[in-house]
Structure formats: structure tokens, C-alpha cells
């Protein structure tokens, strides 16, 4: 492949029994149906991708025994497609199986849509490393580039695959609906990525056909990039016995660590972030009075204070396992009225505890 140069005559195409990597049948047919659906607004990006991605986890499991069932899990789709993955998978399998483009179990995969069931059209042979390309691309301009030039330029006859055609830019962007610049310049990446070999013709073929191409069949991808060192670290000393005289006097031992062997320190409390034991202490609850009264819930009032210690009382006592989450609410909108009376008397006795213990550090917290 690497000879060619000039499309001329019939003796430019590649022939190979399978592309590097093996391949998997997508219809002609069935690419235009899911297509046509992103065109609508039904169907997104995301959709489509793992509607491709589907395609390369049948492939994995071509050459599975028959005596042994296979499993299909959104982890491994997940692991395709890339991203946050989670609801948005299968949110994309929900539109997917509504309009009848595919059908996902565990044990079964169908990806041939329902309305080209009957006439599903040429098999178009997409080598696996296109299509775990394309289920982590992002750009649509860039799948359709793809898909585009694969339906033009790829063929499977006489049990072997057949690289190369003709393709106009236009052509692309006017049956996938995407821009011609953009075409263009997915095109272009795509002869830097390796995949493509573009080839000269005369001036009268390009003008009725488009450009030759060709679609390199021993395509297997970028490989993962190395791991990386770390350089953040300085080297360590070449004598370190010399940095200093080794004494321990007048050394202060070092704080005990924890159960675990670290030592653990709490951090300030936080009114975005409230835990129960800023509910249950309370000097951190006082702390998150002076946040909630810098925001303007809350005035520098003793009815005020006693209010706040009551919702933490409160949510303490009613909630199982957002009472976090209850006292912002109830600090936030100031609904006061579902305390008890036993709240406020826990809320008092937090109050006059604080007040005994240390009463100028009570007023400096709560009324600065």
C-alpha cells in the first residue's frame, strides 16, 4: 500500500482476507436508519456511539463456544465509550431499545434496527480498531467522515475485504447533514492518524467522483502512551549522614497517631458540607451560626442562636441519615416551626454549657 501513489486503472485497490485486528459487518442500511434518527433530534452523539460500541463487544465474542453463554455488562460498554459513563449509558440503551435500533441483554445483543430487518443492505467490513475509535470520538463531523468514507471505500467480496474507492467531501456532509469544512478537516486528521491514503487522479475523475482513498487494512490505533515518571520529588541526599549530628536532645515527641497509624485531624466546619459531628459539637455548630449569619439566614440574636442549636437538636432526633441535610434546610428557610420542646431544652442545655466553659470565646463565636 505504501507504493501507491496514482489511482489508475483497477490495480490500485487492497485486497486482504481481514483487516489487522479482525472486523465486524455493519449494514449499509443500518448505519443511514440510526443516522437518520440523530438527524431528527431523537437520538444523540452519545447514542451513536454506543450503538458502535455494541458492534465490538458481538465481535469479542464471535469465537465463543457454544457450550458457553455470554455476558454483556454496561461496565465493559462503559470502558468503550469513555466519559462519565453510569446513567448516561443507560439512558442511551433506553432511546436506543425504544426505537427498535437495539436490543441489549445480558446474555444477547442485537444491533440490526427493526425497520431494515428484512432488506438491511450491503455489509460494509469495519476493522475493530475503527470502531473503538469511534465509540471515543466526540465529533459528529468525525464519525461521519468515517462511516461515510467505509460505505464508499470498503468492500467484503469473495470472502476477502476490497480497500479502496472514490469519495466526494460533499457527498459526506450532505448525507450525514454536518458541514463540508468540517468533513475536510476530519478528513485530513484521519490520513495523519494513518487510516486514510489519499491518492492522486486526473483532474476529470476528481471532478465527477471525488478523491481516491484508500483505507489502510493494517490500521491498529495509537498504542497507549507511557506512564509517565514523577518529577516532583527531589533526589534524595548522596550522604545523608553528614546533614547534621544525629542528636535527640531537646526534641519534642511526636503526637500519637491514630488506630490506623495516621494522623487524623478534622477539618473546619463547613456550612456546604455539614456532618453530624458538627451537629453533635458544639463549638462547630457555633462555627456554622456565624456562616449562616454571614449569608443572612440568621441575625445576631440570642433567639436566633437558640433557634439554630434547636433545628441541629431536631434534625439529630428525627433523621435517620440526612439529618445534615435536614438542618441546612431548615437553617436555610427558616422553618423553625417543626422543632419540640425537648429540642430546645437539649439546644439550651448546649448553650449553657458553652457559657460555662468558656464564656468570651462563646461571644466572640456567635456575636463577633
Avoid at 171 to 199: H, I, Q, T, Y
Wanted: with cysteine; charged share 25%; hydrophobic share 40%.
Amino acid at each position: 500500500m505504501e507504493t501507491l501513489a496514482h489511482a489508475r486503472g483497477r490495480d490500485w485497490h487492497v485486497e486482504s482476507r481481514k483487516p489487522r485486528g479482525g472486523f465486524c459487518f455493519i449494514h449499509e442500511n443500518s448505519i443511514h436508519a440510526v443516522w437518520s434518527y440523530l438527524r431528527l433530534g431523537e437520538l444523540e452523539l452519545r447514542d451513536i456511539r454506543v450503538w458502535l460500541a455494541c458492534h465490538e463487544m458481538q465481535a469479542r465474542r464471535c469465537t465463543l463456544d457454544q457450550s458457553r453463554k455470554p455476558c454483556f455488562t454496561h461496565d465493559e460498554l462503559h470502558a468503550l465509550i469513555g466519559g462519565t459513563g453510569g446513567e448516561h449509558v443507560r439512558r442511551s440503551l433506553r432511546r436506543l431499545t425504544t426505537l427498535g435500533l437495539l436490543q441489549f441483554d445480558a446474555d444477547r445483543i442485537n444491533t440490526t434496527p427493526f425497520e431494515v430487518t428484512e432488506d438491511p443492505g450491503r455489509p460494509v467490513p469495519v476493522p475493530r480498531p475503527v470502531l473503538r475509535l469511534l465509540a471515543k470520538s466526540r465529533g459528529r463531523a468525525f464519525i461521519a467522515t468515517v462511516l461515510g468514507h467505509l460505505l464508499r471505500c470498503l468492500y467484503y467480496t469473495r470472502g476477502v475485504c476490497r480497500s479502496g474507492g472514490w469519495c466526494k467531501a460533499s457527498w459526506v456532509a450532505e448525507v450525514f447533514g454536518v458541514a463540508l469544512r468540517a468533513v475536510k478537516d476530519a478528513r485530513s486528521r484521519l490520513v495523519g492518524l494513518g487510516l486514510f491514503r489519499m491518492l492522486r487522479a486526473d483532474q476529470l475523475r476528481l471532478n465527477r467522483f471525488g478523491s481516491p482513498l484508500v483505507v489502510c487494512l493494517q490500521w491498529a490505533g495509537g498504542s497507549a502512551p507511557r506512564k509517565a515518571f514523577p518529577t516532583t520529588e527531589s533526589a534524595p541526599p548522596k550522604k545523608h549522614k553528614e546533614l547534621s549530628y544525629r542528636r535527640d536532645d531537646h526534641q519534642k515527641p511526636a503526637r500519637a497517631a491514630g488506630p490506623a497509624g495516621a494522623r487524623l485531624r478534622a477539618k473546619a466546619p463547613d456550612l456546604n458540607d455539614v456532618t453530624e459531628a458538627d451537629l453533635k459539637d458544639p463549638w462547630r455548630l457555633a462555627a456554622l451560626f456565624k456562616q449562616a449569619r454571614q449569608r443572612g439566614w440568621v441575625t445576631r440574636c440570642h433567639a436566633d442562636i437558640l433557634a439554630v442549636f434547636t433545628a441541629a437538636a431536631h434534625s439529630l432526633r428525627v433523621a435517620t441519615r440526612t439529618a445534615p441535610a435536614l438542618f441546612y434546610w431548615t437553617v436555610s428557610g427558616q422553618a423553625w416551626q417543626y422543632a419540640s420542646c425537648d429540642d430546645e431544652d437539649v439546644a439550651r442545655a448546649q448553650l449553657a454549657m458553652l457559657l460555662h466553659n468558656d464564656p468570651n470565646r462563646w461571644r466572640s463565636q456567635l456575636c463577633p
